[in-house]
């Protein structure tokens, strides 16, 4: 049986474009091939994760993200002909070193540069040589002495302290003798005074008289008032 000579050159033609087809593909697979050669794919497990569980080691390779500040200060030591490893270094050493504590600022003392304070008369000597707060007390520590010829009598219910701005405080005061002798000895006591009553004074003043006669009048104004 004769072939169609149509068929014949059909068949050829389709022949032809098959091997061409395989032809190209194989040669194009070995180019591509060549051109991959030592390109691996990245390792994405997790066990090599560099965040992964704790005791697993970091990937070496792991690429490093620099902060834009340090670029742009690596950028101006060049620019500066500096060198920007040792800027970098200093930057590492500044921020291992711990700032030092700032030293608080001790508390300013009470200001008792005023005292002793003291009132003469008579021979009679009254003095105040401090004044502290103590708890919800202010406290007042007085000296009496009497170096005159007779001895001299004192009711400490007339002890009268008020503050600057005119109010009468009570007080009470302790270790003072009834009567001072006119030998010379210095007695010590204190006077105290509730601070419920001290509010927005700044200064008091102390007046004491003698008993029965009050003839004298032992004054101490501008006692300052700790805070």
């Known amino acids: 049986m004769v072939l169609n000579s149509t068929v014949v050159l059909t068949l050829t033609l389709l022949a032809l ?40 080691p970091a990937n070496k390779d792991q690429v490093s993200i620099l902060k834009e500040k340090d670029i742009l200060k690596t950028v101006k030591a060049r620019t500066e002909g500096r060198d920007p490893d040792k800027i970098a270094a200093q930057n590492v050493k500044d921020k291992a070193s711990p700032k030092p504590a700032t030293a608080k600022k001790p508390a300013p003392a009470q200001n008792n540069a005023k005292f002793p304070m003291n009132s003469r008369d008579g021979g009679i000597t009254l003095e105040v040589s401090a004044a502290n707060q103590r708890g919800n007390s202010m406290l007042l520590d007085v000296t009496m002495k009497n170096e005159g010829s007779q001895a001299v009598r004192f009711l400490y219910s007339f002890l009268s302290v008020t503050d600057n701005q005119g109010r009468v405080l009570s007080a009470t005061a302790e270790d003072l003798p009834a009567e001072l002798p006119p030998n010379g000895q210095v007695f010590y006591g204190t006077v ?36």
């Open 192 to 227: 105290t005074i509730p601070t419920a009553l001290l509010e927005n004074a700044k200064e008091l003043s102390l007046t004491l008289t003698d008993y029965p006669a009050q003839k004298l009048q032992l004054q101490i104004a501008g006692i300052p008032v700790p805070k």
């Open 17 to 56: 474009m098959l091997g061409a087809g395989v032809t190209s593909s194989v040669y194009g697979f070995t180019l591509g091939r060549e051109a991959l050669k030592g390109t691996t794919q990245p390792d994405v497990r997790p066990s090599n994760n560099a965040s992964g569980k704790a005791g697993t």
